[in-house]
Each structure stands twice: as structure tokens, then as C-alpha cells.
């Protein structure tokens, strides 16, 4: 892989508390700074994925919507009514 120079202006007392920490780590400060680019590239990386995920997810609810695919919260409280008392009733207990 080819090295870049990458040059950025940074508040002197920034620059100085953050180079006595990468030498009290024993680190160089540009494996730090690559480090933290590279966790800053994945994490929007994972949230432009993750939004992708809910845009998909509420985009196939509205469509289930729209053709009446779905189940109000009380059918649903009866359907698992239902499963409950049926495997209470499979287990021989009434504790669920």
C-alpha cells in the first residue's frame, strides 16, 4: 500500500496532550491516527448499512401494510392467548 502525507491544522495544546499520550502508549502517533481513521471509516460504514437495513425493513412493512398483510395487537395478544394455554395445558401445568 502507498504512503500518503496528510497534513491537518490542530490546536497546539491538542497536539501536544495527544503526542504525550501516543508516546506514554509507546505508539507512534501516525499508527494512532491510521487506527482511528480506519474505526472511524468502519463505524460509518456500519451505519450507512444499518440505515439501509430500516429504510428496507419499513419499506416492505408499509408495502404489507397497503395490502393488508398484518395483524392488529389484539389478534396477535389471542394468537399467543391461545399458544399459551395450549402448551400449559401439553406440560400439565397452569404456571405459564
Known amino acids: 500500500m502507498a504512503?500518503?502525507?496528510f497534513t491537518m491544522k490542530l490546536d497546539t495544546e491538542l497536539r501536544d496532550e495527544f503526542m504525550a499520550e501516543a508516546a506514554a502508549a509507546d505508539r507512534p502517533a501516525?499508527?494512532?491516527m491510521?487506527?482511528?481513521m480506519r474505526d472511524f471509516i468502519q463505524k460509518q460504514k456500519d451505519e450507512r448499512e444499518y440505515k439501509e437495513f430500516v429504510r428496507h425493513k419499513v419499506e416492505k412493512a408499509r408495502g404489507q401494510m397497503l395490502r393488508g398483510e398484518y395483524r392488529?395487537?389484539?389478534e396477535v395478544e389471542s394468537i399467543?392467548?391461545?399458544k399459551r394455554a395450549r402448551l400449559r395445558r401439553?406440560?400439565?401445568k397452569?404456571?405459564?
Do not use: V
Request: charge should be negative; proline fraction near 0%; avoid cysteine.
Open 3 to 5: 504512503n500518503t502525507m
Open 30 to 32: 501516525a499508527q494512532i
Open 34 to 36: 491510521r487506527e482511528f
Open 72 to 74: 392488529t395487537g389484539e
Open 80 to 82: 399467543f392467548a391461545e
Open 90 to 92: 401439553e406440560s400439565g
Open 94 to 96: 397452569n404456571t405459564l
